[in-house]
């Protein structure tokens, strides 16, 4: 993983604004069923640590026994999926006021992708069992 940095950034209307101590540079891509019915296609986000900083009113809800979804009150953009055990914010990377940095360089639930579509991004795939497998030990599956 390369050195992380610090980003900003704001929902749709404005109303929410963030900043992210410790984003990555790495963009992941989450195929699962829920992210897809969630945001209507893959979820494309950035691990931005546990430092980030919210102002404006957002509205978060239990998406799963091990995370929580946020959404801004006003215009409904989604915020982030955060892990309840490690408080880790994965934030969609179209908030970010500068993404330029940003590389995909992963896709998640890669089984459970549609056939309707595809990236062309050569990226570390990985499936369903494999990455509840990863997060085994760390208390999150």
Request: net charge negative.
């Amino acid at each position: 993983m390369s050195a992380s940095f610090s980003a900003k950034g704001h929902c749709l209307c404005k109303a929410v604004s963030f900043e992210a101590k410790t984003a990555s540079h790495e963009i992941g891509v989450c195929h699962c069923n829920m992210c897809r019915t969630w945001g209507g296609g893959p979820y494309v986000g950035v691990d931005c640590g546990t430092d980030v900083a919210f102002t404006g009113e957002i509205s978060s809800f239990d998406s799963s026994d091990w995370a929580e979804r946020a959404f801004c009150t006003t215009c409904g953009t989604h915020l982030y999926y955060k892990f309840k055990g490690t408080g880790q914010v994965i934030m969609p990377a179209g908030l970010f006021d500068d993404a330029k940095s940003l590389v995909m360089d992963h896709q998640i639930f890669i089984d459970e992708k549609p056939e309707y579509y595809d990236f062309a991004n050569k990226t570390k795939n990985m499936t369903g069992a494999e990455v509840m497998e990863m997060f085994a030990g760390s208390g999150e599956s």
